[in-house]
């Protein structure tokens, strides 16, 4: 399986294609998910590029794994969640669908279900508003 340079997430990446960004690094970048399975949903990307986990640079993997934290951190401040879920899939078999790695972070509290994955598109002013709400936790 080979990386397709034109994927949405490379291409969110090289600024063609906007996003509701809520943190960014040298090796990462975060931003709201467009069709959010809890309000929060948030994904985490390397720069580099990769198909997903199974062909990542293992040098890679340190430096989003410490954004994969820090952005769950203020997505659980910023929506009081009880607990957040880190998930991500590899290949079209185990549910990936955009092949570009990335983490998904959602906030999770007690008795609240999530939607369907890749459900429905999410109103952008309202994913600003979220977007919003991170970035100040994060910056708190
Ligand atoms: P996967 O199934 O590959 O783990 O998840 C891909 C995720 O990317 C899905 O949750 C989907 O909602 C999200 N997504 C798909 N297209 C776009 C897009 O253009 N922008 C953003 N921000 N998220 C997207």
């Given at each position: 399986m080979s990386y397709d340079t034109n994927n949405i997430f490379a291409r969110i990446l090289r600024g063609e294609i906007p996003c509701h960004k809520v943190y960014e690094d040298e090796h990462t970048l975060a931003f709201m998910d467009v069709?959010?399975?809890?309000?929060?949903?948030t994904l985490v990307i390397p720069?580099?590029?990769?198909?997903?986990?199974?062909?990542?640079?293992?040098?890679?993997l340190g430096a989003l794994m410490a954004s994969v934290q820090t952005v769950a951190n203020a997505v659980q401040q910023a929506f009081g969640a009880e607990g957040i879920l880190v998930q991500q899939f590899n290949e079209p078999a185990a549910g990936?669908?955009?092949f570009h790695l990335h983490f998904h972070i959602l906030p999770r509290s007690t008795g609240v279900g999530l939607r369907p994955h890749t459900g429905k598109m999410a109103d952008h002013a309202l994913l600003a508003e979220h977007a919003a709400k991170i970035r100040a936790a994060l910056e708190g």
């Open positions: 069709m959010p399975q809890a309000d929060g949903h720069k580099m590029p990769s198909r997903n986990l199974l062909d990542a640079d293992p040098k890679a990936q669908t955009v």
